[in-house]
């Protein structure tokens, strides 16, 4: 079970957009996430490539902590605002929310499923 502090550092290190070195840091080595109910991606290094390549079509990738993160015991839930700047100049920022609901097993994230509206992906 993760301590209040495990988690603030977690949220501190995605904040400051190091996203690859979180999953790399803070998951565990057979952890899987899934979007939306989607099929799981299974093992650390597939979600930090996944991640990676995600990343790279943007210019940058601004993240905000919207609420302070809930934790109950090995379940944690975080309410995330990401904004995507393109690499076009011309075209707009999109932001979207979402709320990662997490399992923890000690101080590694084991499961992670996403809930997000979609729609916002394509304002």
Same mark, same amino acid.
């Given at each position: 079970?993760? /301590?209040?502090?495990?988690?603030?550092?977690?949220?501190a290190?995605?904040?400051?957009? $190091?996203h690859?070195? %979180?999953?790399?840091?803070?998951?565990?080595?057979?952890?899987?996430?899934?979007?939306?109910?989607?099929?799981?991606?299974?093992?650390?290094?597939?979600?930090?490539?996944?991640?990676?390549? %995600?990343?790279?079509?943007?210019?940058?990738? $601004? /993240?905000?902590?919207? %609420?302070?993160?809930?934790?109950?015991?090995?379940?944690?839930?975080?309410? =995330?605002?990401?904004?995507?700047?393109?690499?076009?100049?011309?075209?707009?920022?999109?932001?979207?929310?979402?709320?990662?609901?997490?399992? =923890?097993?000690?101080?590694?994230?084991? /499961?992670? /499923?996403?809930?997000y $509206?979609?729609?916002?992906?394509?304002?």
């Amino acid at each position: 079970m993760p /301590t209040r502090e495990t988690v603030d550092a977690f949220v501190a290190q995605v904040v400051s957009g $190091d996203h690859v070195g %979180a999953i790399r840091d803070w998951y565990a080595e057979d952890a899987w996430m899934q979007e939306n109910q989607a099929p799981p991606r299974v093992g650390r290094a597939l979600l930090m490539e996944h991640e990676a390549n %995600a990343l790279s079509r943007s210019a940058r990738v $601004d /993240t905000e902590l919207l %609420a302070p993160p809930v934790v109950n015991g090995d379940r944690v839930v975080i309410r =995330w605002r990401f904004t995507f700047v393109p690499k076009d100049a011309n075209a707009s920022p999109i932001s979207m929310e979402e709320l990662a609901w997490q399992t =923890w097993s000690g101080d590694k994230i084991a /499961t992670e /499923t996403f809930f997000y $509206d979609p729609k916002q992906i394509g304002r």
